[in-house]
């Protein structure tokens, strides 16, 4: 069946990766780089600490270290901060001037650090291992010197030949590089231990997920 051959495929991955080193812990460098080229100005934190309080600590030592240790013990343990357990939502438009609710792009803003802990883990260290190994598939195209051109030419290929075959099939447009909200927990789980993950870095991801609060940010303010 379907399932069958998903969790052979998952398995077949994991015995190519079971044996990788995987170190997600950050390093005072890696940690005052993000800070200091991020974009400061973007939007985050039910707790009022935005980016740029973390990109002035980013300019003193003593603060990085802080902020790399605090941030490296919950990495450890697999346990998140409390404050990380709330998130916003934010309703964009899509086209100006359409307020219909089914209209709107909703986005998730996490804890500016969270965020960060998650790019570290999963956007780099996890994507680095696999790229370095060639075990991303041909026609995955979120990693390095892909686009969206390769993405959407591949996508109208695959589209072409299965109705010139009457073939049945299916595709997903999805950013699994940072949409980690979005994504079905149980396979989410099984793929990324799969990809090389350690148990207890996927614990803090899905501890965090499953026990968070949700807050709808609107023109008056916040939703409780």
């Known amino acids: 069946s379907e399932v069958e051959a998903l969790f052979l495929e998952a398995a077949a991955l994991f015995g190519k990766t079971r044996n990788q080193e995987f170190s997600p812990y950050i390093t005072v460098e890696e940690y005052q780089y993000w800070w200091l080229h991020c974009r400061l100005k973007t939007q985050s934190s039910f707790s009022n600490?935005?980016?740029?309080?973390?990109?002035?600590?980013?300019?003193?030592?003593e603060l990085s270290k802080l902020q790399v240790a605090k941030l490296n013990a919950a990495i450890r343990i697999g346990w998140p901060l409390k404050r990380w357990l709330n998130t916003v939502i934010?309703?964009?438009?899509?086209?100006?001037?359409?307020?219909?609710?089914?209209?709107?792009?909703?986005?998730?803003?996490?804890?500016?650090?969270?965020?960060?802990?998650?790019?570290?883990?999963?956007?780099?260290?996890?994507?680095?291992?696999?790229?370095?190994?060639?075990?991303?598939?041909?026609?995955?195209?979120?990693?390095?010197?892909?686009?969206?051109?390769?993405?959407?030419?591949?996508?109208?290929?695959?589209?072409?030949?299965?109705?010139?075959?009457?073939?049945?099939?299916?595709?997903?447009?999805?950013?699994?590089?940072d949409c980690y909200d979005s994504m079905y927990h149980g396979w989410n789980a099984i793929s990324l231990l799969a990809a090389g993950v350690p148990e207890v870095h996927v614990k803090l991801m899905l501890l965090a997920l499953q026990s968070m609060g949700w807050h709808m940010r609107t023109g008056f303010g916040l939703a409780a």
């Open 90 to 177: 934010v309703l964009l438009q899509k086209e100006m001037g359409t307020i219909l609710v089914n209209k709107l792009r909703a986005i998730c803003l996490f804890e500016a650090d969270f965020n960060y802990v998650l790019k570290v883990i999963f956007a780099q260290r996890m994507m680095r291992n696999l790229n370095q190994r060639n075990l991303l598939p041909a026609e995955q195209h979120a990693k390095a010197y892909s686009g969206a051109k390769n993405a959407t030419m591949n996508r109208l290929l695959y589209q072409d030949v299965h109705r010139t075959m009457h073939w049945p099939y299916s595709t997903a447009l999805v950013d699994l590089g």
């Open 49 to 61: 600490i935005h980016y740029d309080h973390y990109g002035c600590a980013a300019h003193d030592d």
